[in-house]
Structure formats: structure tokens, C-alpha cells
T-cell receptor, first 109, second 114 residues
Framework: RKEVEQDPGPFNVPEGATVAFNCTYS??????FFWYRQDCRKEPKLLMS???SGNEDGRFTAQLNRASQYISLLIRDSKLSDSATYLC??????????FGTGTLLAVQP | DAGVTQSPTHLIKTRGQQVTLRCSPK?????VSWYQQALGQGPQFIFQ???????QRGNFPDRFSGHQFPNYSSELNVNALLLGDSALYLC?????????????FGPGTRLTVT
């Protein structure tokens, strides 16, 4: 079983739609959680950290459920510029960041 | 504020050769991690350097080695290249002791082994 699992997609959605991605992790000792965004042939960029209380940044909302060991990302009012691969990432100190394989989002005009 | 920089951007090598990739961390950061990203996969951790020492290592053979310099910049060396080493090599920097473990990536070096 992979340490971090994501649905690879692709998720094809129209502009303005709301889309949600889920991710599960296997290491219950994981302490830090992130969503990164990666555009084609570019480096991953930190989108947001994920906290137990949930957190929001504009159109993006992240949730963490430690009991079920799952993380979610909700994108509201999708824009064409949101098209990218979204990587779920966990960390259990002193270990490194563990990345999922990513979920591809394609927002259609 | 200078971000993470890597060089070269692209590299083509032949099987059996050796390669050195370079990384300068984001200003103010002291920790450098290296990742390998194969096509269609998420980045895989190679190793992390802090205070000029390898602090953690992922599941990569000894052909992969590294170094960190006093100015926090780092090198990744790969010996006896295999076709399977073809990938995007990413360097990420962070600041130790912050407790957040947020890492910021450079643009990567795309290595092709023929």
C-alpha cells in the first residue's frame, strides 16, 4: 500500500464549478500535511498547509481528518488557471515529505 | 527575495557516466532536500542536508551522494548512470527549527540518460 494515495484523475470540470480532491495516508504518526500544486513540467509550489481545524485561503479550503487519516482540498468557482496537478503531501518528523502521485485537474472554458 | 535556484536546467548523459547537479537554497534557509520525480509520479525523497551533513536518506542506492557547503548550497552527485535515472531532479529548501516543515522547490534539473 502506498503511504499517500490520491485519485490520479483527470478531473474535467467547467469554469465556475466546485471540485474536491481527497487523499489518504497510512502513517498515523504523520504530523504535517500540505497541498502542493504542480504545473506541467514545472516544480511543485506550496498551495497551503492543512491544519486539524481546517483552513481556508480564498477559493481553497483544506480539511484534515486524523481519525480517518484523510485530507481534502475543495476548490470553489474554478478558474482556467487552476488547471494543474495537485499533490497531497505528508510529513512525520524526522522523516522527509511523502508525496502522493497527484490529481490532475483540467478546468474547461 | 531570491528563491531556490538549480543548475543546469537540462542535461543529457550516457549510461555509466557521472553527473553533478547544483542547488542554492532560498535566502534565509539552511536545509536542502533532494527529490527525484519520474514522469507521472510524485517526487521521491533522495536525502536531506543540514549543517553540512546528511540528516536523512530515502531509499536510493549509494550511487546517489551529496554535499552541502558552508553557504548552505548543495550538490547531488549520481555515479554510474542508468537509463532509469532519467527524471526531473528537484531541490527544496527549508528552515530548520520552524516546526512547519514547509519546503520550497527550485525549478529542477531535467536529466536524460541515453
Amino acid at each position: 500500500r502506498k503511504e499517500v494515495e490520491q485519485d490520479p484523475g483527470p478531473f474535467n470540470v467547467p469554469e465556475g464549478a466546485t471540485v474536491a480532491f481527497n487523499c489518504t495516508y497510512s502513517n498515523s504518526a504523520s504530523q504535517s500535511f500540505f497541498w502542493y500544486r504542480q504545473d506541467c513540467r514545472k516544480e511543485p509550489k506550496l498551495l497551503m498547509s492543512v491544519y486539524s481545524s481546517g483552513n481556508e485561503d480564498g477559493r481553497f479550503t483544506a480539511q484534515l481528518n486524523r481519525a480517518s487519516q484523510y485530507i481534502s482540498l475543495l476548490i470553489r468557482d474554478s478558474k482556467l488557471s487552476d488547471s494543474a496537478t495537485y499533490l497531497c503531501v505528508v510529513n512525520a518528523w524526522p522523516r522527509e515529505l511523502i508525496f502522493g502521485t497527484g490529481t490532475l485537474l483540467a478546468v474547461q472554458p | 527575495d531570491a528563491g531556490v535556484t538549480q543548475s543546469p536546467t537540462h542535461l543529457i548523459k550516457t549510461r555509466g557516466q557521472q553527473v553533478t547537479l547544483r542547488c542554492s537554497p532560498k535566502s534565509g534557509h539552511d536545509t536542502v532536500s533532494w527529490y527525484q520525480q519520474a514522469l507521472g509520479q510524485g517526487p521521491q525523497f533522495i536525502f536531506q542536508y543540514y549543517e553540512e551533513e546528511e540528516r536523512q536518506r530515502g531509499n536510493f542506492p549509494d550511487r546517489f551522494s551529496g554535499h552541502q557547503f558552508p553557504n548552505y548550497s548543495s550538490e547531488l552527485n549520481v555515479n554510474a548512470l542508468l537509463l532509469g535515472d532519467s527524471a526531473l531532479y528537484l531541490c527544496a529548501s527549508s528552515l530548520a527549527g520552524t516546526g512547519t516543515y514547509e519546503q520550497y522547490f527550485g525549478p529542477g534539473t531535467r536529466l536524460t540518460v541515453t
